[in-house]
């Protein structure tokens, strides 16, 4: 009998330690506070992780979309990692011409109504502008990224990335009102088993 408890013992030990070091075990917090270059919040920023193990782990999303709704992309700002396929379902009585010349994916979806035949495939990295041939005043962004580590931040400018494994990364933030063609800011970033918070600046962004 005591052997038994003795070897059960053992065994939760064995348990415990293997699921202390399994991958995503520390799991970590990252909080990412953006302003713009006077130091004011920049609400819908993007801020994400990239390193060579967070592109092992990235996936490409199921059900993403982009809607027409009111004359308008919904949501403005869609974030999706490489691979994933993009619906373009066009909710108003009027029909849409919708497109993008950006290097990262160029398409077109020809005047229509209701939801296009084929989704978009986005496997490129990048930022990819999205806009109208009939109402110019619709414009939208799609940002391709290789990592499942990202966030968008909230009203207070804040983006919360969660379950990061600790480790070394390259912080990238971005934000649609950057000048076109403006690339992320990015900078290295050390996670710790008790997470990381980091501020950064978007000079020259437009809330």
């Known amino acids: 009998m005591v052997k038994t408890v003795m070897q059960r013992a053992v065994r ?10 399994a991958p995503g075990a520390w799991a970590a917090l990252v909080q990412v506070i953006v302003q713009d270059g006077a130091g004011k919040p920049l609400p819908g920023a993007v801020a994400f992780l990239d390193s060579a193990q967070a592109r092992r782990q990235a996936k490409p999303l199921v059900g993403a979309e982009v809607a027409q709704e009111k004359r308008r992309f919904v949501p403005e700002v ?63 962004w799609i940002l391709v990224i290789e990592t499942p580590y990202y966030a968008q931040a909230d009203g207070a400018g804040t983006a919360r990335i969660d379950k990061v494994p ?38 020259g962004a437009v809330p």
């Open 12 to 21: 939760v030990a064995v348990l415990g330690l293997a699921s202390a070091f």
């Open 78 to 140: 869609l974030v999706v990692t490489a691979g994933t396929q993009v619906q373009f379902p066009n909710h108003d009585t009027v029909r849409h011409h919708v497109y993008s010349f950006s290097p990262a994916k160029k398409f077109e979806l020809k005047l229509y109504s209701g939801m296009p035949a084929n989704p978009v495939l986005f496997d490129q990295p990048g930022v990819v502008v999205l806009g109208c041939n009939i109402h110019d005043q619709m414009v939208g």
């Open 166 to 203: 600790p480790g070394e990364y390259t912080l990238n933030v971005w934000h649609a009102g950057l000048p076109v063609g403006a690339p992320a800011v990015v900078r290295p970033l050390v996670v710790a088993e008790g997470g990381a918070s980091v501020t950064v600046r978007l000079v």
